[in-house]
């Protein structure tokens, strides 16, 4: 199946910072990507829609100038969490659709803790 | 609006036993329907999906699934448990007419007694 990479897996910062996460198509294009956040022991939540040369759509409730999403060419999105906190610490998840068939592939989670 | 509901947090069973994990979808369209598993401080791995084929839905790692219309439901089956088999599992809906949003459900914890 195709591969979706996230990087860094594990981060850790100090209160204030902004963290960048990046998310890649590797053997595919993907013209929409989704962000999802994961509290521990729950569900996802979907945080927003990431189409590649558009502004990203949001869930209600989440914060676009905290949370900036960029998707600037069909392999990549990146998630920055801006003047992070320590309740921003949870695990982050992206998923990308393929062109073709629509089929969503996910990345292997990238988990923020913010001091 | 679409919707899943996972019943039971945490399931146990013994290695050997048949797994069941149960979900229950609302959905105004037909619907895609979807089990992922995730391990531990890892993303989210398919292991099957419906998509208004076949009702009965085989998966990967011995898992299946069927869809039953009348009862709003996409259980999971697996004859026998393996000790692998321990993970989260998320059912997800997603509506078929172009939207690729998934709702998830809020998950399954499934425990394999030795």
């Known amino acids: 199946g195709a591969v979706v990479s996230q990087h860094p897996s594990r981060v850790i910062c100090k209160s204030g910072t902004s963290v960048k996460i990046e998310c890649r198509s590797l053997?595919?294009?993907?013209?929409?990507m989704f962000w999802y956040r994961q509290f521990p022991k729950q569900s996802l939540m979907l945080m927003a829609t990431s189409n590649e040369g558009s502004k990203a759509t949001y869930e209600q409730g989440v914060e676009k100038d905290k949370f900036l999403i960029n998707h600037a060419s069909l392999t990549l999105s990146t998630l920055t969490v801006t003047s992070a906190h320590p309740e921003d610490s949870s695990f982050y998840i992206c998923s990308a659709s393929t062109v073709n068939t629509g089929e969503l592939f996910f990345g292997e989670g990238s988990r923020l803790t913010v001091l | 609006a679409q919707s899943v509901t996972q019943l039971g947090s945490h399931v146990s069973v013994s290695e050997g036993a048949l797994v069941l994990l149960r979900c229950n979808y609302s959905?105004?369209?037909?619907?895609?329907l979807f089990w992922y598993v995730q391990y531990p401080n890892q993303g989210l791995q398919l292991l099957l999906k419906?998509?208004?084929?076949?009702?009965l839905v085989k998966g990967i790692n011995g898992f299946e699934a069927e869809f039953k219309k009348s009862e709003t439901s996409f259980h999971l089956t697996k004859p026998s448990a393996h000790m692998s088999d321990a993970a989260e599992y998320f059912c997800?809906?997603?509506?078929?007419?172009?939207?690729?949003?998934?709702?998830f459900g809020t998950g399954t914890r499934l425990t394999i007694i030795p």
């Open positions: 959905s105004s369209v037909p619907p895609y």
């Open positions: 053997d595919f294009q993907a013209t929409t």
């Open positions: 997800a809906v997603r509506s078929s007419f172009g939207n690729e949003k998934l709702t």
């Open positions: 419906y998509t208004s084929a076949a009702t």
